[in-house]
């Protein structure tokens, strides 16, 4: 190979390595936008309430009006009770990323919605006036999503009762939270958190 060759070859890989770092760092911001924007959206709305409680059409619509990214992302509230809720959102066309799975940011936002939804919704139930945060949050991707991000939460009553407690004597509390992602009955992605509740002041 002569030596313009080999230097157009290596002017090359330069290029390719730089486009590739310029991709992580995109695939960063985006995350990181995406976690900010859904963040911000999930403080001071505690006064808000579904039209109706327990009713998963209801809360779909809650969340569209007042958190914009759920809508963005196309989340749908499946199921929502006392102690647990499935919020799924469809890969294509709002979630899909460069390798036409699911995106990273949009599985953590799933999540967290799907835990910040049944805090929402508890605090409903019990009249409580409070603003929730996703106080910690750590997820782990275990395999790519291809057509639908399915995120369940189920926490005990017994630990519901605990928060509750917390809130109502102390004005702030947490309750862990575990929210799997699924597809086709696997687990694809779990994020490990802490969902903190501050009661509003009178």
Not at 73 to 95: C, D, E, G, R
Not at 120 to 142: F, N, P, Q, S, W
Not at 184 to 196: D, H, I, Y
Request: hydrophobic share 50%.
């Amino acid at each position: 190979m002569c030596i313009a060759a080999k230097l157009s070859n290596i002017k090359e890989i330069k290029i390719l390595k730089n486009r590739i770092i310029l991709e992580k760092v995109a695939l960063v911001l985006n995350i990181k936008w995406i976690i900010m924007k859904v963040s911000h959206s999930l403080v001071s709305i505690v006064m808000f309430k579904p039209s109706q409680l327990n009713n998963p059409a209801s809360f779909t619509e809650f969340l569209h009006q007042h958190i914009q990214p759920s809508e963005l992302l196309s989340m749908q509230v499946k199921t929502i009770s006392a102690t647990q809720a499935n919020v799924q959102a469809a890969v294509k066309p709002a979630n899909i990323n460069i390798h036409q799975t699911a995106f990273a940011g949009s599985i953590y936002s799933v999540c967290t919605l799907a835990g910040w939804s049944l805090a929402h919704h508890r605090l409903c139930l019990e009249g409580i006036d409070a603003d929730v945060v996703m106080g910690k949050a750590e997820i782990t991707y275990l395999a790519p999503i291809v057509d639908m991000i399915d995120a369940h939460i189920n926490v005990r009553e017994e630990d519901m009762q605990v928060w509750i407690e917390k809130l109502r004597s102390k004005g702030k509390g947490s309750v862990a939270a575990r929210i799997e992602a699924y597809e086709n009955g696997v687990v694809k992605a779990v994020l490990q958190g802490k969902l903190v509740g501050i009661v509003a002041p009178r």
